[in-house]
Nanobody
Framework: QVQLVESGGSSVQAGGSLRLSCAASGDTNRRYCMAWFRQAPGKEREGVAVIDSDGRTRYADSVKGRFTISKDNTLYLQMNSLKPEDTAMYYC???????????????????????WGQGTQVTVSS
């Protein structure tokens, strides 16, 4: 098992930047697929960016060109040109099994990830 703890959420103005971090502890010697999700009030949880153990990535269309997922011993989400619609609770997630759905594309479905952090709040004001 792995435990995930997010940090870096804050309140920023539109156009600003934030970097979220997700620290993993526990069984971290294994290879995981990892992801960032977000959930705004009244909306479904959305897969924002995912990365597999080989560094392949996939992004939601709404964040392409603005957000970058990366990892070393920590998972990161660099968020630039933030918009009010990016306001949400952001969650880190992981799974030992990388699911490619559709074929060839890393899954952004929440039910394809097993381990979850508690979330960090991002608020973007106009």
């Amino acid at each position: 098992q792995v435990q995930l703890v997010e940090s870096g959420g804050s309140s920023v103005q539109a156009g600003g930047s934030l970097r979220l971090s997700c620290a993993a502890s526990g069984d971290t010697n294994r290879r995981y697929c990892m992801a960032w999700f977000r959930q705004a009030p009244g909306k479904e949880r959305e897969g924002v960016a995912v990365i597999d153990s080989d560094g392949r990535t996939r992004y939601a269309d709404s964040v392409k060109g603005r957000f970058t997922i990366s990892k070393d011993n920590t998972l990161y989400l660099q968020m630039n040109s933030l918009k009010p619609e990016d306001t949400a609770m952001y969650y880190c997630a992981a799974n030992l099994i990388c699911i490619y759905s559709p074929p060839g594309l890393l899954s952004r479905r929440a039910d394809h990830y097993v381990y979850w952090g508690q979330g960090t709040q991002v608020t973007v004001s106009s």
